[in-house]
């Protein structure tokens, strides 16, 4: 078991300051993600994830693009969406035991920033997950983190899921009961064709 399991603590960020410096948090893993390569490299991603935010599924990634730089484009979804003023949610940060940040979740109930999933609790309720994004090379588990997040939710138990691609979120909302939504990846074709499309969503979570 992870020595870093019960060390971990999530929590509300509410004052500006502490947000802005979450915000450059983000920009500092989105370049530890994709932006220590080389110069083209760099150029293709910005170019492809400019391409990517001209269409209404923000989430979605092209076929050649790993978990690096998913991770990169999530982070930056966020920080955008934050310095063109459109950031109305909510948001988290997972610390560990040297209260260093290495998980950022944020959150909403009422609309669909670049959704990453929505997951339907008890009371019938839907609530978005906009964004979650771990440090890159953070290697410690962020469930007891995520457990915390939850339990501000009033929510009792967690289930995690981790996808990869559009294929695995389709069979993750077929085998794990997830309520499918115009977000989900597997209704997510190229346009003329039955394709599915790479999907951003790494993580799905449902209250049960």
């Known amino acids: 078991m992870d020595q870093d399991m019960n060390t971990l603590n999530c929590s509300e960020v509410t004052d ?4 802005k410096v979450v915000i450059e948090t983000l920009k500092s893993w989105a370049s530890m993600a994709v932006f220590d390569n080389t110069e083209i490299s760099n150029e293709k991603f910005l170019r492809e994830r400019a391409e990517i935010n001209k269409h209404e599924y923000a989430q979605c990634t092209p076929s050649t693009w790993g978990k690096q730089e998913e991770l990169g484009c999530v982070c930056l979804d966020i ?7 459109g950031f109305d949610e909510k948001l988290y940060v ?9 998980a950022v979740i944020t959150l909403s109930k009422y609309n669909d920033f670049a959704g990453r999933v929505d997951f339907e609790d008890t009371e019938g309720s839907i609530v978005t997950i906009t964004g979650l994004v771990k440090k890159p090379g953070y290697k ?9 997040f939850f339990k501000i939710l009033k929510k009792n138990e967690t289930k995690m899921v981790m996808v990869a691609s559009a294929s695995g979120a389709g069979k993750a909302y077929a085998n794990y009961g997830f309520t499918e939504t115009r977000l ?8 003329g064709g ?10 799905m979570y449902k209250a049960l």
Request: hydrophobic share 30%.
């Open 16 to 19: 500006h300051g502490r947000k």
């Open 79 to 85: 920080v955008d969406a934050w310095e063109t003023g």
């Open 94 to 102: 997972v610390t560990n035991v040297n209260r260093v940040c290495v």
């Open 140 to 148: 410690q588990s962020i469930r007891t983190g995520i457990t915390e």
């Open 184 to 191: 989900d990846a597997h209704h997510n074709c190229r346009e």
């Open 194 to 203: 039955s394709k599915p499309i790479a999907c951003g969503c790494m993580v």
